[in-house]
């Protein structure tokens, strides 16, 4: 079993293990308690504060510990909004930030709050001058990720963090994907981090408010974490974060080389053995052990369920793997192919033959599928002028499939109109295009609710 | 060394740590993913909920893992109030729930809502006629605790429950103190719990929403557990916390006759052997293994170190042990002394000769900090009319021992005025003259914000 998917979660680090179970015996007790329990689970509960903070690169007073990298989201955005209501209530997010960001800007809005979503490259970065440009006088807030969760590429907080600080707005920094690798760097107002990515135990998240960053917590008071983080101390999971990001810190650093050979290989080699695969994402400015591509005429669930069955867990942006049936907002603002998705984020300890026997696996359970779906053979080519498919009830990746079949029937110059009321057609019809390089004329929405999208078949072969 | 305060938190079960050292392995993956290692996930996490909801006696899909009681408290009051916005704004709770549930009724309040706070009896007891009296048109949500976190006392939550279905009014039950003793009976339509008071891990609370329930979860939106609990699962924390709930009720039913064999030597002796104590808490209607006395002219924090030296830890409600400064609100709103105040709690295993030690140790603990602090001696009389003390800039306990100094020098029926700017005193002097049988006359402000205080000595010796 190679398990690929440490962007969602990492298994429990070794030290991360020992130091939970060191912590059970000395660290259940209440550390605001005055007895010899309650002060050693406090000097525990202090030490491991001092190591998160020298991690992050944060002072001591400036970090507290939540119960997830969700509740460190949820709180950063509503303290810091909640403290700069009177200069304003606009925020300023990427779109390819973490749903646990969209979610909170999603709820201020809700509270009559304003967003300003910025775009990005097609490689999934934002540009700080894009992003600086939507900073406006009512900005309470700004909020980047330091790198994405879905396609590794990392951002430029630096250069945003310094504009936004020449603004005077805060940048809050959903660091999740990235706290394994290093320190964020740049002038930014708040970080969150979520110890399960790194190896630590679930149940654990950090919120680092800096000195001078007005924030004023939400929600009923509560004495704990300096009033941003209410309940009682997990103190063991809490010894184990601070202990496996140290150790995580030590190791990543000399396997980052190593992973990057890794994922390099991947990216070189799944669309030579592969055909009709989009790599997605920066190939340069990116996490080192994340990769991420999108196979044409396959649908992410069989993709994935022949993968498992093969021995590899990876995840997929693909609308039909989650349960909401849309697909991956990252993609979509990336303006990439959707379907067929697949994201490979290798473990620390990866073996190098696990990714070459990836590479060994992966043509045949892509082919099975494609095969199961009907998918076209590349490269043919018809005379017809004009030809309209209907693929009204279809879901992806099915309306991909009639449109790349049809277009094998017109003859260079000639259009292909789809009929689909699958939403997902209108991000993988577009980036489909794009990927084969034929013209996407555009849609017209009819009465009944589904829409038809017209491509014209590019004239040189 | 013994551990007397398993009401703040108890040490780890060890079939908690069983449970939890087995799911390390197997319950690190996101439950929500299709591959193994997530469907081995999805699967601890669905046996925890069947068996935490068979303990609390509920469906399972009536409840999901929160990261703390404290947590569930805030869901379970914030979705319940907004789910009945258009019926009202108006809260019940006792006055001696839990800080979480007052801190959340006060929250409420500061967005405009209306909150009334039924007294107790002198036993922390609520009436539920009284409590039931409370309920108005407007009414979206009444709270009650099963238990009482610091005094012990059963609240007669069936009564209050029945009442409140008739009256349409959702009942929330704070249950974190008494579930390990067994399910809370009666037609509450929602309830919380907390592991670690159980001796299951910390960072693992309950939530339970009973089906039919309006129920409306506030802050931004998240996909796990029913919505109702944002973040990524701890589901090792979970699973060991169902699997120790389990094995603590079995035990509890077993230990609970010799645990209040325990406690009534303990309500009977401690009087005995220390002279000013008041034992305050339901005598019958109360948990099992808790316990609280307060000791006249003692401070709380002095009290708790020499304890601690003789090794004992047990907590407080006197202002002098919290970091407010306050003293309990739920001595207070019983209007007992709150100074020199001890809570005894005791582990499910404790020893009988823990306890005989315990009694050993006290009388020496009480009588030395009295001495330090000079208190009076009992049975003095006077021959004065009328004396003033001036108490101003003294904190509690010195206060109520200069009003117990000043009643051994007047007569029978004379008076004692004690001027005092210490808070606490608010609450002592007249719960300390209940205890001592002399008439509370009253207390005047004064404009430089100290108050003097009026206590006529009882006539009878």
Same mark, same amino acid.
């Given at each position: 079993?190679?398990?690929?998917?440490?962007?969602?979660?990492?298994?429990?680090?070794?030290?991360?293990? =020992?130091?939970?179970?060191?912590?059970?015996?000395?660290?259940?007790?209440?550390?605001?308690?005055?007895?010899?329990?309650?002060?050693?689970?406090?000097?525990?509960?202090?030490?491991?504060?001092?190591?998160?903070?020298?991690?992050?690169?944060?002072?001591?007073?400036?970090?507290?510990?939540?119960?997830?990298?969700?509740?460190?989201?949820?709180?950063?955005?509503?303290?810091?909004?909640? *403290?700069?209501?009177?200069?304003?209530?606009?925020?300023?997010?990427?779109?390819?930030?973490?749903?646990?960001?969209?979610?909170?800007?999603?709820?201020?809005?809700?509270?009559?709050?304003?967003?300003?979503?910025?775009?990005?490259?097609?490689?999934?970065?934002?540009?700080?001058?894009?992003?600086?440009?939507? %900073?406006?006088?009512?900005?309470?807030?700004?909020?980047? =990720?330091? *790198?994405?969760?879905?396609? +590794?590429?990392?951002?430029?907080?630096?250069?945003?963090?310094?504009?936004?600080?020449?603004?005077?707005?805060?940048?809050?920094? $959903?660091?999740?994907?990235? %706290?394994?690798?290093?320190?964020?760097?740049?002038?930014?107002?708040?970080?969150? +981090?979520?110890?399960?990515?790194?190896?630590?135990?679930?149940?654990?998240?950090?919120?680092?408010?800096?000195?001078?960053?007005?924030?004023?917590?939400?929600?009923?008071?509560?004495?704990?974490?300096?009033?941003?983080?209410?309940?009682?101390?997990?103190?063991?999971?809490?010894?184990?974060?601070?202990?496996?990001? !140290?150790?995580?810190?030590?190791? *990543?650093?000399?396997?980052?080389?190593?992973?990057?050979?890794?994922?390099?290989?991947?990216?070189?080699?799944?669309?030579?053995?592969?055909?009709?695969?989009?790599?997605? @994402?920066?190939?340069?400015?990116?996490?080192?052990?994340?990769?991420?591509?999108?196979? /044409?005429?396959?649908?992410?669930?069989?993709? %994935?369920?022949?993968? $498992?069955?093969?021995?590899?867990?990876?995840?997929?942006?693909?609308?039909?793997?989650?349960?909401?049936?849309?697909?991956?907002?990252?993609? !979509?603002?990336?303006?990439?192919?959707?379907?067929?998705? #697949?994201?490979?984020?290798?473990?620390?300890?990866?073996?190098?033959?696990? #990714?070459?026997?990836?590479?060994? #696996? /992966?043509?045949?359970?892509?082919?099975?599928?494609?095969?199961?779906?009907?998918?076209?053979?590349?490269?043919?080519?018809?005379?017809?002028?004009?030809?309209?498919? $209907?693929? #009204?009830?279809?879901?992806?990746?099915?309306?991909?499939?009639?449109?790349?079949?049809?277009?094998?029937?017109?003859?260079?110059? +000639?259009?292909?109109?789809?009929?689909?009321?699958?939403?997902?057609?209108?991000?993988?019809?577009?980036?489909?295009?794009?990927? =084969? @390089?034929?013209?996407?004329?555009? *849609?017209?929405?009819?009465?009944?609710?589904?829409?038809?999208?017209?491509?014209?078949?590019?004239?040189?072969?």
């Amino acid at each position: 079993m190679s398990y690929f998917d440490v962007a969602s979660a990492a298994p429990l680090h070794p030290v991360a293990r =020992q130091a939970l179970q060191a912590s059970l015996d000395e660290g259940w007790a209440d550390p605001s308690r005055l007895y010899r329990e309650g002060r050693r689970a406090r000097m525990l509960l202090d030490a491991a504060r001092e190591a998160a903070a020298e991690a992050v690169g944060c002072r001591t007073d400036e970090l507290v510990f939540t119960p997830s990298g969700t509740a460190s989201v949820h709180t950063a955005v509503a303290g810091a909004l909640a *403290a700069r209501r009177r200069v304003g209530r606009h925020v300023v997010v990427s779109a390819v930030e973490h749903s646990s960001v969209l979610h909170s800007a999603a709820a201020h809005e809700g509270h009559g709050g304003s967003v300003t979503e910025v775009g990005v490259e097609r490689t999934g970065a934002v540009r700080s001058d894009a992003f600086l440009k939507a %900073l406006r006088e009512d900005t309470a807030l700004a909020c980047l =990720q330091s *790198a994405n969760h879905e396609v +590794g590429t990392v951002q430029p907080v630096e250069e945003v963090a310094e504009g936004c600080r020449a603004a005077g707005v805060p940048l809050f920094v $959903d660091a999740a994907q990235s %706290l394994a690798w290093g320190p964020v760097p740049g002038a930014w107002s708040l970080l969150a +981090g979520s110890a399960h990515k790194w190896g630590g135990p679930a149940g654990v998240g950090l919120l680092v408010v800096r000195k001078g960053v007005r924030f004023a917590p939400q929600g009923p008071g509560d004495e704990r974490e300096s009033g941003r983080a209410p309940g009682f101390e997990n103190i063991p999971g809490i010894v184990a974060a601070a202990a496996s990001l !140290r150790a995580v810190r030590a190791e *990543a650093v000399a396997r980052a080389g190593r992973l990057r050979e890794l994922t390099d290989l991947l990216r070189a080699r799944v669309p030579e053995l592969v055909p009709d695969v989009e790599v997605v @994402g920066d190939p340069v400015r990116r996490l080192p052990h994340l990769l991420t591509f999108s196979c /044409l005429y396959v649908d992410g669930e069989s993709l %994935l369920h022949g993968l $498992d069955r093969a021995g590899f867990s990876v995840s997929s942006g693909s609308s039909c793997t989650s349960s909401t049936l849309t697909p991956s907002h990252v993609l !979509r603002a990336m303006g990439v192919v959707s379907e067929g998705n #697949v994201r490979v984020s290798l473990p620390l300890g990866v073996d190098g033959s696990e #990714v070459e026997r990836f590479l060994e #696996v /992966l043509p045949g359970v892509v082919r099975e599928v494609r095969e199961r779906l009907g998918a076209p053979v590349a490269g043919a080519a018809g005379d017809a002028e004009a030809v309209t498919v $209907d693929a #009204v009830g279809l879901t992806c990746p099915q309306p991909v499939i009639e449109l790349a079949r049809a277009i094998g029937r017109v003859r260079p110059g +000639g259009t292909v109109t789809v009929v689909a009321d699958d939403e997902v057609a209108a991000v993988d019809i577009p980036a489909w295009c794009f990927t =084969q @390089g034929h013209e996407y004329v555009g *849609a017209t929405r009819r009465p009944d609710g589904a829409a038809a999208y017209e491509v014209r078949r590019r004239s040189a072969p």
